[in-house]
């Protein structure tokens, strides 16, 4: 087994407040992670003596930016990978995820991590650009792409109460200029808890500017 930072998790357990059955998925999840990083290279091999800081705090801190959870609704998390943030939020509780990721082997772990987990999340198999759905409320995404590729990407889904929560670097100005111009909306950033040149931009009322 890797060796943990405590240090990291504590961070994690002080800045999110997980009940128990949150910190026992989570450690099961990444005991799984562990277990298949073996065989595939799911994350940065790096990375994983870090994981409660580098992945899971990383994911969980967004979910307070999320719209309150609707049964009719779906949250979809674009480019999930290994299950960042759309694993981490499902294990904070959130049962409203679709979990989107191209890559096969990436989906065989999800699967795994959903039914060893029983977390309520579905996996979708295939570019985003080809999922169709008419419920779609909230995107989030981590590590998918520059803003205005990922909104191009996923304008078929885009309305005027579809809210987007997504993880940015010390680029995210310049993306949100970019995306200006061919998108209408609004933004504000929040400060990230794992990284100072970081921020959580939170983008509402998008419109394309050539409808």
């Known amino acids: 087994m890797f060796e943990i930072n405590e240090k990291d998790f504590y961070v994690f357990k002080n800045q999110i407040k997980p009940n128990k059955t949150t910190i026992y998925n989570l450690k099961k999840f990444i005991s799984i992670l562990d277990d298949y990083q073996k065989k595939m290279n799911l994350i940065g091999k790096s990375t994983m003596s870090s994981i409660w800081k580098r992945h899971i705090l990383d994911s969980a801190q967004i979910e307070k930016f999320l719209p309150k959870e609707n049964e009719k609704n779906v949250t979809i998390d674009v480019g999930t990978g290994a299950g960042f943030p759309g694993i ?22 999800l699967n795994v991590v959903a039914k060893e987990c029983n977390f309520k999340v579905r996996v979708y198999n295939d570019r985003i650009e080809n999922l169709r759905g008419s419920n779609v409320k909230t995107i989030v995404s981590r590590a998918f792409a520059p803003l205005k590729t990922l909104l191009l990407k996923v304008r078929h889904f ?15 100005m310049e993306e949100i200029i970019e995306a200006k111009n061919l998108f209408y909306f609004n933004y504000e950033c929040y400060n990230s808890l794992t990284n100072s040149d970081a921020k959580i931009l939170k983008i509402n009322n998008v419109k394309e500017k050539n409808e």
């Open 88 to 109: 981490v939020l499902a294990a904070l509780g959130r049962k409203d995820l679709l979990l989107c990721e191209k890559s096969v082997k990436k989906n065989i772990f």
């Open 158 to 172: 885009l309305c005027c109460d579809t809210t987007l929560v997504l993880h940015k670097g010390k680029t995210y």
